[in-house]
């Protein structure tokens, strides 16, 4: 399994789990219909658990950029869950680590592509 792999498909996946618990707190606290909150916050949470899954694969170079719209888009979710601004940050700057560290980890192996 490559690193890039490892390490970003574990934030979205972690990150879809976040975004399904924000779901309640949008209804409830927030009091967004249940059906408005499910099917953004459902939408999110399946967008990451898909990118999640492809990341790292052959030919999915796309995944990445994706992944970084992702976090974008978690950020702005703050708007109705004030609390997913410092969340969605939080996994942002995991994401954006995840990338740094996996094409290090990557140009170090001997035998690297340069």
């Given at each position: 399994?490559?690193?890039?792999?490892?390490?970003?498909?574990?934030?979205?996946?972690?990150?879809?789990?976040?975004?399904?618990?924000?779901?309640?707190?949008?209804?409830?606290?927030?009091?967004?219909?249940?059906?408005?909150?499910?099917?953004?916050?459902?939408?999110?949470?399946?967008?990451?658990?898909?990118?999640?899954?492809?990341?790292?694969?052959?030919?999915?170079?796309?995944?990445?950029?994706?992944?970084?719209?992702?976090?974008?888009?978690?950020?702005?979710?703050?708007?109705?869950?004030?609390?997913?601004?410092?969340?969605?940050?939080?996994?942002?700057?995991?994401?954006?680590?995840?990338?740094w560290m996996?094409?290090?980890?990557?140009?170090?192996?001997?035998?690297a592509a340069?």
């Open positions: 399994m490559t690193p890039v792999r490892q390490l970003c498909g574990t934030v979205l996946i972690m990150e879809a789990i976040v975004i399904g618990l924000a779901i309640p707190v949008a209804i409830v606290g927030e009091h967004l219909r249940p059906g408005v909150a499910g099917g953004l916050g459902g939408g999110l949470a399946a967008c990451a658990v898909v990118l999640g899954g492809l990341v790292g694969r052959p030919r999915m170079g796309w995944v990445l950029g994706a992944g970084t719209v992702l976090q974008a888009l978690v950020i702005a979710a703050g708007i109705v869950v004030p609390a997913m601004y410092v969340l969605g940050a939080i996994f942002a700057v995991l994401w954006l680590t995840g990338i996996a094409r290090r980890y990557d140009s170090a192996r001997p035998g340069s």
